[in-house]
């Protein structure tokens, strides 16, 4: 039998309808619409100030190369760290496991700077020692964050001989010179030549010299290093260390060709960017990111510094920075006495609670770190968590044996519930939206608890509840607030019985507590003390169930529910509530006693005859206001002996009107 062609041209022993391709776009839309549908995130860019679509440089289209400023390694890690590192590590991860490309991300940690070495001598310790202690504690504080490890972490200190080739070659294209042992960028030299410009982001603050001197660096004498200089815009590319007064250290330095030195600070990004990830390119980065407070100079030199080794003219294509943090409405300041540490900051709240702050707000915009910021948070990781338990023990009360048929109420839900995944990807693609996100998925745990309280005309149906949950679940696993592979929740009480573990291991704990309750409930209903069994019954839910994770809710008519919780976050709940208790005690003794001071001075007030109310009014020196007075003690003249004018005297009239009534309900009381 001969073999027939099919509809898309291949050969076949049996012929088949034809197969026609769907359309990568619909009819009505043409090849314009065809970029933003293939790639719709759009990113806030620096270099331009606006939202720009986003088209990493790898011809497949998937790999991204993202250099992070990491942390100068001077002192404990703080909140403003937390703020930015959490930031950016929302938006990585949703660029790998939401947008799915693979993201190379390089960090760096400074470790050689003046702010290190000043504060090792204040310490009277080795500069590295410091910097090692405060780059292990950084570490740590992003891991209990849960921030991912980079792909690379670099050091300065272990890139200063790359760094002295880097600076040499800066020299050799004619863009940075020698001056007195150390070595400048050339600003002016660079803005000549052809297609580059300085600075890029923030060229109004070109001349800001406050900000340029920060630049170079805490140890730096300016006013010595501006004769060295051909112009205030240039800034050091190699500093160089004299020898030290007699009985002194002399500061770290390392060999180079214009004598001992250090690298300057922005030369250290550069280079580290350079080791890291100019081999798997041609130099260039996809991504740079940052605090707003290292726009200018210290982003605006390292591109110049690159653009001139590289001989580019756009070194980075997207500069990304994150907004200030404030607490309570200050800037983070010691002085302020306002410095909050991460692990200050994680004995109060927990991770996770600290990454919902974080991504309440817009990655760059400011945000507050304060009670009513974090009593917000609260309240939503709250309405996220009873939504988990409460689908759960939804879930344990329908069979998966029940109706499982669809019915208006159910197109109804998965319509929205699609409608919800689109709104969703909008907003991750207009700049990472996160609290637009967020506000998204509680208005779909609203819509799933609504519907799962419908049981007319019929249950409702179990796999479409699981399925919002699930997708809930998988996003917040996206924003990095699920550990684990919890299939529904935040996964705190997965693995509480894992692992292996034997039945004694799994039931002993839960057994010592009911056999503690048994005898304390015996002990009680022996003794005729009702009261104690309520006692031992609040215990049991709010202390011994609480350490074993168990959350027991109260159900009136309906008895009682369990839920399987994080101890620590049962515990951590509870303190809040007590703190929260205290706090409106407290509230209510304030107002008690300020509602039983101004009854004091009423009562006090009304036991004076109007007749003396005004004898005792002094002026502004203490001095007797009134001069003379009438029989019933209204002010006649002034102390200088001046009239009191008409509309004084009404006004006092009034008063000792008011006064009279007040004075004769109190004498009338004492009858």
């Not at 049981?455 to 179990?462: D, G, I, L, Y």
Request: with cysteine; proline share 6%; net charge negative.
């Amino acid at each position: 039998m001969a073999e027939k062609q099919n509809g898309a041209g291949a050969a076949c022993s049996v012929c088949l309808p034809p197969w026609r391709m769907p359309p990568p776009l619909p009819a009505q839309r043409g090849l314009l619409d065809f970029f933003p549908a293939t790639k719709p995130l759009k990113i806030r860019n620096s270099l331009t100030r606006t939202k720009v679509p986003f088209v990493p440089m790898d011809p497949n289209g998937r790999r991204v190369l993202w250099y992070q400023c990491g942390p100068t390694v001077y002192d404990k890690s703080h909140m403003g760290h937390a703020s930015t590192y959490v930031r950016f590590d929302a938006l990585r991860r949703i660029l790998e496991d939401y947008f799915d490309y693979e993201v190379v991300l390089c960090m760096n940690i400074t470790d050689i700077d003046d702010k290190i070495i000043k504060r090792s001598k204040e310490a009277g310790v080795e500069f590295r020692e410091l910097a090692a202690e405060h780059e292990q504690g950084f570490l740590d504080d992003m891991r209990r964050l849960n921030v991912r490890e980079p792909t690379v972490l670099t050091r300065v200190s272990e890139c200063v001989p790359e760094i002295v080739e880097y600076v040499q070659k800066i020299i050799e294209n004619g863009l940075a010179y020698e001056s007195n042992g150390s070595v400048y960028f050339d600003t002016q030299a660079f803005r000549a030549r052809s297609g580059h410009a300085y600075p890029k982001m923030q060229p109004e603050m070109a001349d800001n010299s406050e900000l340029l001197a920060e630049g170079e660096g805490v140890l730096t004498d300016v006013s010595k290093g501006a004769q060295d200089k051909r112009s205030a815009s240039d800034f050091a590319l190699w500093k160089k260390v004299p020898e030290a007064p007699e009985g002194e250290v002399r500061d770290p330095s390392w060999p180079s060709p214009w004598g001992d030195g250090r690298p300057g600070w922005h030369i250290e990004c550069s280079v580290m960017s350079s080791c890291a990830l100019g081999a798997l390119g041609d130099g260039r980065i996809d991504i740079h990111s940052g605090g707003v407070d290292l726009v200018f100079p210290h982003h605006d030199n390292e591109m110049a510094q690159s653009e001139a080794y590289y001989g580019c003219r756009q070194w980075v294509n997207y500069f990304v920075h994150s907004g200030h943090l404030h607490i309570k409405g200050f800037k983070m300041s010691k002085s302020l006495k306002n410095f909050i540490t991460i692990g200050a900051a994680l004995e109060e709240q927990s991770s996770r609670q600290l990454r919902f702050l974080f991504l309440k707000h817009r990655y760059n915009q400011p945000m507050d770190y304060g009670d009513a910021t974090m009593q917000g948070v609260l309240d939503m990781e709250r309405t996220f968590v009873e939504f988990f338990h409460n689908v759960k023990a939804t879930l344990r009360a329908l069979p998966a044996t029940g109706p499982q048929f669809w019915r208006q109420k159910e197109i109804a839900f998965e319509s929205a519930l699609l409608a919800i995944k689109q709104q969703v990807h909008d907003a991750l693609c207009d700049d990472f939206d996160t609290p637009t996100v967020l506000q998204i998925l509680l208005r779909l745990v609203r819509i799933t608890n609504v519907y799962s309280k419908v049981f007319e005309p019929a249950p409702p149906v179990p796999l479409i509840i699981k399925e919002s949950a699930r997708y809930i679940t998988k996003m917040f696993r996206v924003f990095g607030l699920v550990e684990g592979d919890a299939d529904m929740g935040f996964g705190s009480e997965a693995g509480a019985a894992g692992g292996g573990a034997s039945r004694e291991e799994t039931l002993g704990p839960l057994l010592d507590v009911l056999t503690a309750f048994r005898e304390k409930v015996r002990a009680a209903a022996r003794s005729g003390d009702s009261a104690e069994v309520l006692s031992a019954c609040d215990a049991l839910r709010d202390v011994d169930l609480v350490e074993l994770g168990v959350r027991l809710e109260d159900a009136g008519a309906g008895g009682a529910r369990w839920k399987l919780d994080d101890p620590e976050a049962l515990k951590r709940e509870l303190e809040q509530r007590e703190q929260e208790r205290l706090r409106r005690e407290a509230e209510k003794a304030r107002a008690k006693e300020e509602k039983a001071r101004k009854d004091a001075e009423k009562a006090a007030k009304a036991r004076m005859p109007p007749q003396d109310l005004f004898k005792a009014d002094v002026d502004e020196q203490g001095n007797p206001k009134w001069g003379s007075f009438d029989d019933d003690g209204l002010p006649l003249t002034l102390a200088s002996g001046e009239p009191v004018s008409k509309g004084q005297g009404k006004k006092l009239k009034k008063l000792w009107t008011a006064q009279q009534k007040l004075h004769s309900k109190y004498l009338q009381s004492q009858e």
